[in-house]
């Protein structure tokens, strides 16, 4: 009976030890929740008060602008007047009067070719000239006299011509090898060397006039509309990028290509200094008469995207307070002409409105910003970049 009882106290204290447990874990259970959920509902307190800081941006303000609507493209430089000056008659070089590269004026001798043989020739093709002149004087004489008949006077009259020509053959060949230059212009490299015997036809050096220069370049056939002659045109290129050269329109073929489509057009530009050389390759801007407004605004405030591109417009906000914020907006725009660093929005902007000019890549519809200029780079038609 003792032991009995003993068994049914053990079993007792077992199971007031097993409801001390399951008690005490959940006592631990309810701590943890209730530690947790202070902690979530201090979170949630604190992102409803939380609010995201502003972006720093930069902005400038959309205004009208003129443009004077042109046409650009790429053009090659060509000499008005070039040619390879060359020997008419054979003969040795005496003499060399220009060097390599140099400025040359019109008349100026180039090269000197041996003319003595030619000189003593013409010395006794004069002496017989003067005996046929005389000789035809006394023909005259005689005639008028009737003292020989009218064929004697014909033979000397022919005799006196043919001694003339001859007179006149031996300066032309005198003078032909006297090489001078034809018009104004620089002197390539000579081809040539003193005591050099030249044939016919052998190149002395290259001539290329320098003021002005053409510039021919092609333009679509849609061109042809607003193309015509005087029209202004603007030359530019690397190898000198800090100048531009003014010129006109010259020439507009009369025919288009039937491969291409495209019509050849030339244009003339004054090139006092000489530093536009024939064959260099430049860029040419066609300007057309007419001049347009347009919203012109910096390609850095353009968001590309395939469905559409888009500028942010900063916007003034109140808020309770009665403070002002400011946040930005985005809009869809469409692009036209680009010119340096500006585009031009044809529609989806209005004059006076305030943009993103640089930061736009980190803003969201209706985000809230802060407005440093101080720091924006300049937008321009020409950009000057320099090199570092």
Not at 306 to 320: H, I, L, T
């Amino acid at each position: 009976m003792a032991i009995s009882q003993r068994q049914h106290t053990s079993r007792l204290n077992k199971r007031r030890g097993w409801i001390l447990t399951i008690l005490a874990l959940v006592g631990v259970v309810l701590v943890l929740a209730a530690i947790k959920g202070g902690q979530i509902a201090t979170m949630l307190k604190a992102g409803k008060s939380f609010a995201i800081p502003p972006e720093s941006v930069s902005t400038t303000k959309v205004t009208p602008t003129e443009w004077q609507s042109s046409r650009e493209t790429v053009a090659t430089l060509v000499a008005v007047r070039a040619v390879t000056v060359a020997s008419e008659v054979p003969g040795m070089v005496r003499e060399i009067g220009f060097d390599s590269g140099a400025y040359l004026r019109k008349g100026e001798v180039m090269v000197q070719l041996d003319t003595s043989v030619e000189e003593a020739q013409l010395a006794a093709a004069r002496a017989e000239a003067e005996l046929a002149r005389a000789s035809l004087r006394r023909a005259q004489a005689l005639r008028e006299a009737k003292s020989n008949s009218p064929a004697d006077l014909d033979a000397a009259d022919a005799r006196a011509k043919q001694a003339a020509a001859n007179v006149a053959t031996l300066q032309a060949t005198i003078a032909k090898k006297t090489i001078r230059a034809p018009f104004d212009g620089r002197v390539s490299i000579r081809q040539v060397n003193l005591g050099q015997v030249l044939a016919a036809g052998t190149a002395i050096a290259s001539l290329q006039s320098i003021t002005p220069v053409f510039a021919d370049f092609w333009l679509p056939q849609q061109a042809l509309a607003e193309l015509r002659v005087g029209m202004e045109t603007r030359l530019h290129t690397d190898v000198f990028p800090k100048a531009t050269w003014e010129g006109t329109v010259t020439t507009i073929n009369p025919e288009v290509d039937v491969a291409t489509r495209n019509v050849r057009v030339r244009a003339t530009f004054p090139n006092a200094d000489g530093r536009l050389r024939p064959g260099m390759f430049v860029n040419v801007d066609v300007l057309s008469p007419e001049k347009q407004q347009v919203l012109a605004i910096p390609s850095t405030a353009i968001l590309y995207a395939p469905y559409g591109d888009s500028v942010f417009a900063v916007e003034e906000k109140k808020d309770d307070p009665g403070k002002g914020s400011l946040i930005a907006h985005q809009k869809f725009v469409r692009l036209g002409e680009r010119r340096g660093d500006l585009v031009a929005v044809t529609s989806g902007l209005s004059a006076g409105e305030t943009i993103v000019s640089s930061g736009a890549f980190k803003l969201r519809n209706n985000a809230a910003v802060v407005v440093h200029n101080e720091l924006a780079p300049n937008a321009e038609v020409a950009p000057t970049p320099v090199d570092q």
